[in-house]
């Protein structure tokens, strides 16, 4: 290939890498589960990257191939490893895998227009209402890079239809002191969000949280009265529905009632909890998500599509509309099937302008899989999680720190002699959590309750099994009897 064939393939040079992109992401994923789950990045290597000069010339795409297997497919951080249990992390579905290709070869924007990818979003968006069980018509949604951006589009909207002059004014010239309620177990992109949309982390009021870490809804209630008398503007209850921490559900319903009872914004974060509500265990627990307001749900977390992919939902579409468009006439449109410009465009709905065509990879993978397909295998994480549980509840090292909610398993090492002593254990489990981490043969993260340090593992893997849960359990006991000072 010569330089100028660089911008022009031909059919035959497209196959050919084509075909060994293919072979590496299939040596890629099945040699993953035989490899350590995680390494750390050697340190050449680290100085390579950082001392790599900018390419003048360019080089050949085989010499790139080689150099990507060796220096940076062979350096993952494990996700996709069957024993891989940390943060909220899946393996990619590979429909979806090649999905991400598929869209990049068409590369439209889904601002908006009258072509296929924007119809697929909005069917996309569809299914989810139907997953959920929310409004269809009057009803809008969006595909985002995640449940973060989610969480911010969801406020915004909230934002604006509380204050409605907030666009002209900003939060500068406000009467009342425009406040949220969180749970002090929810996410930090809550607070990001209301931090960035000028609300300031003073006025969020974090209510505790009981002793299965649940929002207290009384005291959320007495929140919002005492913040009406006292003259504030109760804004939005962000709810989780879910904890990424621990997978604790807020009691939805009865957020709901508070949120309606006081004329406040019901948002939920359903970022990884959502697509529970598939389940039969979680289904009643998690029907309060069609009575939100606005709503955050990750199809790159339990829906396993490659990240990112990140869906809001909002009640008032028109409200979402008002709360960002800001097109010029020229491309402000209401609906045209037989035009150009289609239904009224994405890029009103939210922050982005040019925006990718994620929709692709979440639409392959609800057509591949169905919606029985992702029950199954939602049910599947959910039993693990019970094996993982009952495993350290008949261990007699280890203990579950809270009951497990959804499919994350929180527990700490206690043996007997150390046990009451809670400087030490926290001090024991840091080192024993780093010490799985680094050796490679399970990953876990963390998570700190009611000042405990645990360990902390969120089953959320299709190619995770029963041995790869008992190998977890084995090698914590193991690695934490080998720890020195433990007797
Ligand atoms: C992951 C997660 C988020 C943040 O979503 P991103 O996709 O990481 O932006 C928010 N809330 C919960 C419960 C999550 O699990």
């Given at each position: 290939m010569d330089d100028n064939d660089k911008w022009n393939w031909s059919n035959d040079e497209i196959r050919r890498v084509g075909y060994r992109v293919v072979d590496l992401i299939s040596d890629y994923l099945t040699a993953l589960p035989g490899r350590p789950v995680f390494r750390p990045c050697p340190?050449?290597?680290i100085d390579d990257f950082a001392d790599g000069p900018l390419p003048r010339a360019g080089e050949g795409v085989d010499a790139l191939l080689d150099e990507f297997a060796s220096k940076v497919a062979a350096h993952p951080f494990g996700n996709g490893?069957?024993?891989?249990?940390?943060?909220?992390?899946?393996?990619?579905?590979?429909?979806?895998?090649?999905?991400?290709?598929?869209?990049?070869?068409?590369?439209?924007?889904?601002a908006g227009g009258n072509h296929a990818a924007v119809y697929v979003e909005r069917q996309v968006l569809g299914w989810?209402?139907?997953?959920?069980?929310?409004?269809?018509?009057g009803s809008m949604g969006l595909l985002v890079s995640g449940g973060s951006m989610a969480t911010l589009t969801g406020l915004a909207v909230a934002r604006h239809v509380k204050l409605p002059d907030v666009r002209k004014d900003g939060m500068q010239t406000l009467p009342r002191r425009a406040v949220a309620y969180a749970s002090a177990e929810g996410h930090t992109c809550i607070r990001k969000a209301l931090e960035l949309l000028g609300f300031g982390s003073d006025n969020i009021r974090f209510i505790p949280v009981d002793d299965s870490l649940k929002m207290r809804v009384p005291q959320l209630e007495e929140a919002i009265r005492r913040d009406?008398?006292?003259?504030?503007?109760?804004?939005?209850?962000?709810?989780?529905?879910?904890?990424?921490?621990?997978?604790?559900?807020?009691?939805?319903?009865?957020?709901?009632?508070?949120?309606?009872?006081?004329?406040?914004?019901?948002?939920?974060?359903?970022?990884?909890?959502?697509?529970?509500?598939?389940?039969?265990?979680y289904k009643d627990e998690l029907s309060a998500l069609k009575d939100a307001d606005s709503l955050a749900l990750d199809p790159h977390k339990w829906m396993y599509v490659p990240v990112e992919a990140g869906l809001s939902l909002v009640r008032d579409g028109a409200a979402m509309r008002d709360a960002f468009s800001l097109v010029p006439p020229y491309i402000r449109t209401d609906g045209n099937s037989a035009g150009v410009l289609g239904p009224p465009w994405f890029s009103e709905y939210g922050v982005q302008q040019t925006r990718g065509f994620r929709a692709l990879k979440v639409w392959m993978a609800l057509k591949f899989h169905g919606v029985d397909g992702y029950t199954a295998s939602i049910e599947r994480d959910l039993s693990l999680a019970d094996r993982l549980a009952e495993r350290v509840r008949r261990s007699g090292d280890?203990?579950?720190?809270?009951?497990?909610?959804?499919?994350?398993?929180?527990?700490?090492?206690?043996?007997?002699?150390?046990?009451?002593?809670?400087?030490?254990?926290?001090?024991?489990n840091k080192r024993l959590l780093e010490a799985v981490q680094l050796?490679?043969?399970?990953?876990?993260?963390?998570?700190?309750?009611?000042?405990?340090?645990?360990?902390?593992?969120?089953?959320?893997?299709?190619?995770?099994?029963?041995?790869?849960?008992?190998?977890?359990?084995?090698?914590?006991?193991?690695?934490?009897?080998?720890?020195?000072?433990?007797?």
């Open positions: 340190p050449e290597l490893h069957p024993r891989f249990f940390g943060w909220v992390n899946s393996p990619p579905t590979i429909i979806g895998v090649f999905a991400e290709a598929l869209a990049a070869a068409m590369n439209p924007s889904c989810f209402k139907k997953l959920i069980g929310f409004p269809e018509s009406r008398e006292g003259g504030n503007l109760p804004v939005v209850v962000a709810a989780s529905a879910g904890t990424a921490s621990t997978g604790t559900i807020d009691p939805l319903h009865d957020i709901r009632d508070v949120c309606r009872r006081h004329d406040v914004w019901f948002h939920v974060d359903a970022a990884y909890g959502g697509p529970a509500v598939l389940t039969a265990r280890l203990q579950l720190v809270v009951e497990p909610s959804l499919s994350i398993v929180c527990f700490r090492y206690a043996p007997a002699p150390l046990r009451g002593d809670e400087e030490k254990l926290n001090a024991i050796g490679g043969t399970a990953f876990l993260s963390s998570t700190v309750i009611r000042g405990a340090f645990c360990l902390r593992a969120c089953v959320i893997n299709h190619r995770t099994a029963e041995e790869d849960i008992d190998l977890l359990v084995d090698h914590i006991e193991r690695v934490a009897g080998g720890l020195p000072g433990v007797t």
